[in-house]
């Protein structure tokens, strides 16, 4: 299973076309929230389940704010991280994952590529596609692949 994940589009998805040619093909799709009104537009370009939350600038969406989710063998929640103030640290959203009994968790909000395994729970963050933030503020996403073992990896991948 190879899942697509990514953040803060911020009304840019095309973006999401750039590297679906690169990636070619993918079982789902995550985003992050901060999307801006893209929702439908995503889904039309996306060949597979596409799961989005809202973010802090998805005003008037229906979109959840969290979801939680099974993919293959792995409890997955997804959030856009905002609530659980993302900016300063990862320790509410890391209690908050523990809490839920997830072995990832998943998150935007910061602009940051991030992949942090401690313990039985990994905290991801695809970083941004349009405006990023990390050293040398090159596009990011993540892709989760999960093999046919039931093993997961990960890896940030950026957009040239």
Known sequence: MRVLV??????????????????RSVDALIHCG??????????????????????????????????LLTLDDYRVFITHGHYYGVS???????????????????FGHTHRPLIDNEGN????????LCYPRQM???PTYLLMEIDCNHDVHFSVEQLD
């Open 136 to 138: 040398g503020r090159k």
């Open 88 to 106: 300063l640290g990862t320790e509410r959203l890391r209690d908050e994952a523990c809490s839920r009994n997830v072995q990832i968790a998943i």
């Open 6 to 23: 990514v953040s803060d589009t911020h009304g840019h998805a095309e973006q999401l076309k750039r590297v679906m040619e690169k990636v």
């Open 121 to 128: 729970l990994t905290l991801l963050n695809p970083g941004s």
């Open 34 to 67: 901060d999307i801006e009104g893209q929702e439908a537009y995503i889904r039309d370009l996306m060949d597979c389940p596409c799961y989005m939350v809202a973010g802090n600038n998805d005003w008037g969406t229906e979109l959840n704010r969290e979801i």
